[in-house]
C-alpha cells in the first residue's frame, strides 16, 4: 500500500473511532509502520475526527521527525510497543469510556484484565495487561510496557486509556474496538456472577485459531483472560 493510501488509512479510521464516540476532543492517536521502518503518526493535540492526511507527522526508523506536524507526546508508548512485538504494524491509543472505566477497578488483576467474556474478546485481545497510571507523555510508561516482554497486544494504561497493537491498522481498530465492548460487557454484567468461557472452551479458540496467551508457560493459568 502506497503512503498516500495508508495516510488515508489512518485519517477514515480515526474519524470512524471519534464520531462513534470512541475518543472524545483531541485524545487519542494512531500510528502506523511503513516499510521504510519510519512511522507515520496523528499529530499532537489533534482530534481523530478531523485528520489531515498531508499533516500527520512522518518520523524515521529512529522517531525523528521528518515531516508534517509535531507527533502526539504519546510517541514513547507507541514506541514500545513497536520494539517489543515486532510483527505489528499499528498501534491505537484510546480514551475510550468503559476502558478507562474498568482501568479504574481495585479488582482488576494486572495480568488478566479482562476474564474471557466472548470468544471474539479472546480471539481480537488476547489477554489484556493492566499497567500503573503515569501522566500523559510520561517517558516511563514505554518502560511499562517494555516490561511486559511483549506479551500483551492489548493494554490497559490505568486512569487513561487502552493501547493495542495489531499487524496492520485495520486489525488494531478492530481489537481496541472490541476492547472497549468487553469491558462494557464486563461493567454490566459486573456482580451478577456471569458465566464466562470454561477454560476447555478457551483452549478450544486457542487451538483452532493458533493464539497464544501470555500466560501460557508461566505461573499464571493459561485460561484465566
Known amino acids: 500500500m502506497t503512503e498516500a493510501r495508508l495516510r488515508d488509512q489512518i485519517c477514515r479510521l480515526g474519524r470512524s473511532l471519534f464520531e462513534r464516540g470512541l475518543t472524545p476532543g483531541s485524545s487519542g492517536n494512531i500510528s502506523l509502520r511503513c516499510d521504510d521502518g519510519g512511522f507515520l503518526v496523528t499529530p499532537t493535540n489533534a482530534s481523530l475526527g478531523f485528520l489531515d492526511p498531508a499533516l500527520l507527522s512522518r518520523l524515521d526508523a529512529d522517531g525523528r521527525l521528518l ?83 511483549g506479551k500483551y497486544s492489548s493494554v490497559l494504561l490505568a ?44 483452549n478450544d479458540l486457542v487451538a483452532t485459531f493458533g493464539l497464544t496467551l501470555p500466560e501460557q508457560g508461566d505461573e499464571h493459568d493459561a485460561t484465566s483472560c
Not at 482488576?108 to 470468544?119: E, F, Q, R
Open 67 to 149: 515531516s508534517g506536524a509535531p507527533p502526539t507526546k504519546e510517541v514513547p508508548l507507541h514506541g514500545a510497543l513497536y520494539e517489543t512485538r515486532g510483527a505489528s504494524r499499528a498501534v491505537v491509543h484510546l480514551h475510550s469510556t468503559h476502558a478507562v472505566a474498568l482501568s479504574m477497578l481495585p479488582e482488576i488483576d494486572p495480568g488478566a484484565a479482562l476474564p474471557p467474556l466472548t470468544a471474539y474478546s479472546v480471539m481480537k485481545c488476547g489477554c489484556v495487561a493492566l499497567v500503573p497510571y503515569y501522566r500523559p507523555g510520561d517517558p516511563a510508561v514505554a518502560d511499562a510496557i517494555k516490561g511486559l516482554a
Open 159 to 202: 486512569n487513561h486509556g487502552p493501547v493495542v497493537a495489531g499487524d496492520s491498522l485495520e486489525a488494531a481498530v478492530f481489537a481496541i474496538e472490541e476492547l472497549e465492548e468487553s469491558a462494557k460487557l464486563y461493567l454490566l454484567l459486573r456482580g451478577l456472577n456471569p458465566r464466562y468461557l470454561t477454560p476447555a472452551q478457551v
